[in-house]
Each structure stands twice: as C-alpha cells, then as structure tokens.
C-alpha cells in the first residue's frame, strides 16, 4: 500500500515532527516507517525547533533529545549505532510486522535491520561501515540528498518519501524472500 505525507509548518496538527534543514536518508526512512505504522498517512511538521504547541502523543525525531534523537551512545551488536530510523525500527519494527501478518515477524524485524536500517544508521552517525560490509547505502543516501537541491524543501521532502517508500517495500519483499530461503 502506498504511503502518504502530509508536510505542516504548524506542529499542532502534526503527529510526527522532526527538523526543517536538509534532509537524509534517515530522516525520511522514519517518516516512511511511521506513515507505514500509521495505515499509511504521517502529518509531520518540519520544525526549526521544538515549542509548546506540539501535540501531546506527537512521535518527535532527530530533532531535539527525546527517546528518536539519537546522540550516538546507543549501538547494536556490531557497534552501529542507531539514527533516528533504527530508533523507530528498533521500537516500532516488530509489531508493525506482526499487526501487517508476517510471520517470523522477530527474524524478518532483523533481516530488514541488516539490509535497510543499518547501512542507513551508519551513514547518519558517521561510522563507516567496514570495507567488506555488503549492505551499501550510499547510493540511496546520495539520492536522497538530491532531492535537497530544489527550491522547495518540504515539496523535496515529499518527493523523498515517495522514493524511500518503494525502496522500503523492495526491501521488504527481498527480506521476505531471504526469509523463505531460510526456512
């Protein structure tokens, strides 16, 4: 099912909220995930910083320090740290898998952690990965920055999201697939 964004200036009507400065590949990978977690629609607010009239049960990430903002501190077992995107992931993953029925939905939560969020997280955090880790992300990051170089940074941002969406679902499929191989 294809997900929809819906870009605020006002964060009182949003239920996600990050920053309104260049985007990445993280940032947008969460929005994806939360419309994804939310039948398929996110009203976030691109925000210069957080104030008051931010709804209450908003979900706010990689913007200030809340439970979404990772400082660097929190690191997987090889010692990627999370970004935003593997924050929700971490949280949110296995249940959305559960709620959409996929079944070994913990296995597929860590199939899809190796191959999307990781290589993702890592660029964010700016640990590099290791010369011979297979799960490239810089492509998909470089796409994403170019969709900054329009006039228009929330019609960008949308744009973005369109793309890591179909790049979500792929990568969803593919893990389905690794997983049946497993099994």
Known sequence: MEQTVVVFTKPAYANAVTHDRAFHS???????????????????????????????DAIIFDIGNGEFCPDGSLKRYNDIPYSSAGLIWKKFGVKFLEDNGYEKAEILWLLMDIELFQPIDALCSGHKPIADYKNNAFSIEHIINLFNETSNNNDAFCKAFK????????????CLAKLQDLL
């Open 163 to 174: 793309f890591m969406d179909m790049i979500f679902e792929l990568s969803l499929n593919h």
């Open 26 to 56: 993280n940032e947008v990978l969460s929005a994806v995930l939360l419309a994804n977690i939310n039948d398929g629609l996110i009203r976030l607010a691109r925000v210069s910083s957080l104030d008051a009239s931010i709804a209450d």
